[in-house]
């Protein structure tokens, strides 16, 4: 019977999906002694981190660079808990060069804090009153952030876990609760400044999914500041796959289980509370139910319901379906002879065009580009990788998806020439990605990338909790608190470990 334990055995954990939140989740638990057991329908764990072969290249699949492997970074505490080695990595310098439209130098995002200081006052005149505002913003958030609260409360232990980590440096943050970008943009009488609002609208449309009208202030100070020191970003050696290997090395190594080409068809629940998974082998076709004392969804808050069918409680349902619809991602991955790329370029670009031709929501690409010896591309080769946000629909109504994929494709290469030497000889492998194949390959809902999006009535203390209706259910991933991104899902997967040992005195 689901929930009883027999004499010193260990409770029983289902994790359903091998992204970098379901692994964090199940090594963290199979290394305080639970029994545990991942389950995943794609061919290699990962998910939106996770990569493919072609011809000698290696392919990040949606995620190509990390957060939080500093010192006191959330990799750095969890790996350190599970003793196993940070995967080795570079810092991004800068984390992003950003080309605006007709503009041939770039706002270069750098680590360095006094530099980007100094970038930002010269290519935005005027602007540094909102950059202090946002500093400090981000000083009392991170502070708060690393004392662990659990965002939004949903009983009185959350609610215990929220309050000890509030210090009186934290109060700083309330009377922006409700504040977007846009709202002290206005503040500073910067509304009008279209050159920094077109700038902030690229760098969190990353980060948030929406535009600074949208995004939450509070939201907007981490993800503008935590590409500097002390913080950082990272670009992994070999792959972000490596990522997911050594999450695998740690589970396996205090007996948990990890199944690939294994689907979760539904979660069953009893009497309100969750009671096992029902489980498809894709090779041989076979079905079962196995019992589960707890179950960790590292999936959408959309899929979460679908998998629930009628036993997913109304209101929650109804919170869900008024969400407004998630974007996907037009992702072409590129195989080039090492000449296509410019000298010095940097790791990490990114676009506005003009009007001109279409390749997504804002006509922007940010691109990923492989460095020599990182581990992506042969010898005098190197890997390109360039993505777009798209509006998911037209690639499920489209009458001719492949005409579509290849207009896109088409579209991001002659945007590209702009920049990269891109001409047949130097162009060894062209293959793209949109929502459909996302949807293939991760199971995502409908395709969609990158969370929610951090408006003010799905972050932080207004979104979705790791703590569902349903008891001893668990919801971890970027659907979740603090958002996206390898660094926020593993928050996400921490909180939802500390919130289930906190109930398992009590419980068994």
């Not at 504040?179 to 990353?206: P, S």
């Not at 019992?291 to 319901?305: C, G, K, R, S, W």
């Given at each position: 019977?689901?929930?009883?334990?027999?004499?010193?055995?260990?409770?029983?954990v289902?994790?359903?999906?091998?992204g970098?939140?379901?692994?964090?989740?199940?090594?963290?638990?199979?290394?305080?002694?639970y029994?545990?057991?991942?389950?995943?329908?794609?061919?290699?764990?990962?998910?939106?981190?996770?990569t493919?072969?072609?011809?000698?290249?290696?392919?990040?699949?949606g995620?190509?660079?990390v957060?939080?492997?500093?010192?006191?970074?959330?990799?750095?505490r969890?790996?350190?808990?599970?003793?196993?080695?940070?995967?080795?990595?570079?810092?991004?310098?800068?984390?992003?060069?950003v080309?605006?439209?007709?503009?041939?130098?770039p706002?270069?995002?750098w680590?360095d804090?006094?530099?980007?200081?100094?970038e930002?006052q010269?290519?935005?005149?005027?602007s540094?009153?909102?950059?202090?505002?946002?500093?400090?913003?981000?000083k009392?958030?991170?502070?708060f952030?690393?004392?662990?609260?659990?965002?939004?409360?949903?009983n009185?232990w959350?609610?215990?876990?929220?309050?000890?980590?509030?210090?009186?440096?934290?109060?700083?943050?309330?009377?922006?609760t409700?504040?977007?970008?846009?709202?002290?943009l206005?503040f500073?009488?910067?509304?009008?400044?279209?050159?920094?609002?077109?700038?902030?609208?690229?760098?969190?449309?990353?980060?948030?999914?929406?535009?600074?009208?949208?995004?939450a202030?509070?939201?907007?100070a981490?993800?503008?500041?935590?590409?500097?020191?002390?913080?950082?970003?990272?670009?992994?050696?070999g792959?972000?796959?490596?990522?997911s290997?050594?999450?695998?090395?740690?589970?396996?190594?205090?007996?948990?289980?990890?199944?690939?080409?294994?689907?979760?068809?539904?979660?069953?629940?009893?009497?309100?509370?969750?009671?096992a998974?029902?489980i498809?082998?894709?090779?041989?076709?076979?079905?079962?139910?196995?019992?589960?004392?707890?179950?960790?969804?590292?999936?959408?808050?959309?899929?979460?319901?679908q998998?629930?069918?009628?036993?997913?409680?109304?209101?929650?349902?109804?919170?869900?379906?008024?969400?407004?619809?998630?974007?996907?991602?037009?992702v072409?991955y590129?195989?080039?002879?090492?000449?296509?790329?410019?000298?010095?370029?940097?790791?990490?670009?990114?676009?506005?065009?003009?009007?001109?031709?279409?390749?997504?929501?804002?006509?922007?690409?940010?691109?990923?580009?492989?460095h020599?010896?990182?581990?992506?591309?042969?010898?005098?080769?190197?890997?390109?990788i360039?993505?777009?946000f798209?509006?998911?629909?037209?690639?499920?109504?489209?009458?001719?998806y492949?005409a579509?994929?290849?207009?896109?494709?088409?579209?991001?290469?002659?945007?590209?020439e702009?920049?990269?030497?891109?001409?047949?000889?130097?162009?060894?492998?062209?293959?793209?990605?949109?929502?459909?194949?996302?949807?293939?390959?991760?199971a995502?809902?409908?395709?969609?990338?990158?969370?929610?999006?951090q408006?003010?009535?799905?972050f932080?203390?207004?979104g979705?909790?790791?703590?569902?209706p349903?008891?001893?259910?668990?919801?971890?991933?970027?659907?979740?608190?603090?958002?996206?991104?390898?660094?926020?899902?593993?928050?996400?997967?921490?909180?939802?470990?500390?919130?289930?040992?906190?109930?398992?005195?009590?419980?068994y």
């Amino acid at each position: 019977m689901p929930g009883h334990r027999v004499g010193n055995s260990k409770p029983r954990v289902i994790v359903i999906g091998a992204g970098i939140g379901g692994l964090t989740a199940g090594a963290l638990l199979a290394h305080r002694g639970y029994s545990v057991l991942i389950l995943d329908q794609a061919l290699v764990p990962g998910g939106c981190a996770s990569t493919f072969k072609r011809k000698g290249f290696t392919f990040d699949v949606g995620a190509t660079q990390v957060a939080g492997l500093e010192p006191g970074g959330i990799h750095h505490r969890i790996f350190k808990e599970l003793e196993i080695d940070l995967p080795q990595a570079t810092p991004c310098d800068p984390a992003c060069a950003v080309y605006l439209p007709g503009e041939e130098t770039p706002i270069n995002v750098w680590r360095d804090p006094d530099k980007w200081k100094e970038e930002r006052q010269r290519q935005f005149p005027g602007s540094e009153p909102f950059w202090l505002l946002m500093a400090a913003l981000f000083k009392a958030s991170w502070e708060f952030q690393g004392r662990d609260p659990v965002l939004p409360p949903r009983n009185v232990w959350d609610f215990l876990q929220l309050t000890k980590a509030v210090r009186p440096s934290t109060f700083i943050t309330l009377p922006y609760t409700l504040f977007t970008v846009g709202d002290a943009l206005r503040f500073y009488k910067l509304g009008n400044d279209r050159r920094l609002k077109t700038f902030l609208d690229l760098q969190l449309k990353l980060y948030s999914q929406v535009d600074a009208d949208n995004t939450a202030l509070l939201y907007a100070a981490t993800a503008l500041s935590v590409s500097q020191l002390p913080q950082g970003l990272y670009h992994l050696q070999g792959s972000m796959q490596v990522l997911s290997d050594r999450l695998v090395e740690a589970l396996e190594k205090k007996g948990g289980k990890l199944l690939m080409r294994h689907t979760v068809e539904h979660i069953k629940v009893e009497k309100g509370k969750v009671s096992a998974v029902v489980i498809r082998n894709q090779k041989t076709g076979e079905v079962w139910t196995e019992p589960a004392d707890d179950v960790v969804a590292n999936v959408t808050v959309q899929n979460l319901v679908q998998l629930l069918g009628n036993k997913a409680p109304n209101g929650y349902k109804r919170r869900v379906e008024k969400i407004p619809t998630a974007s996907g991602a037009f992702v072409m991955y590129l195989g080039v002879d090492e000449s296509a790329i410019p000298l010095g370029c940097p790791p990490h670009l990114q676009f506005l065009y003009d009007a001109k031709g279409s390749i997504g929501e804002n006509n922007s690409l940010f691109v990923s580009v492989s460095h020599s010896g990182d581990g992506r591309a042969p010898e005098g080769k190197a890997t390109i990788i360039a993505s777009s946000f798209v509006d998911t629909k037209q690639w499920w109504l489209t009458e001719d998806y492949e005409a579509l994929k290849q207009q896109y494709t088409q579209d991001a290469i002659s945007h590209l020439e702009k920049f990269f030497y891109l001409k047949p000889e130097t162009i060894v492998h062209v293959e793209a990605a949109t929502p459909r194949s996302f949807a293939r390959y991760t199971a995502r809902d409908q395709g969609i990338v990158g969370g929610i999006g951090q408006r003010i009535s799905t972050f932080g203390p207004f979104g979705f909790a790791n703590r569902t209706p349903i008891n001893n259910l668990w919801l971890v991933g970027d659907s979740t608190h603090p958002g996206e991104g390898t660094a926020g899902v593993s928050y996400s997967a921490l909180t939802a470990v500390k919130q289930i040992e906190a109930q398992k005195v009590t419980r068994y």
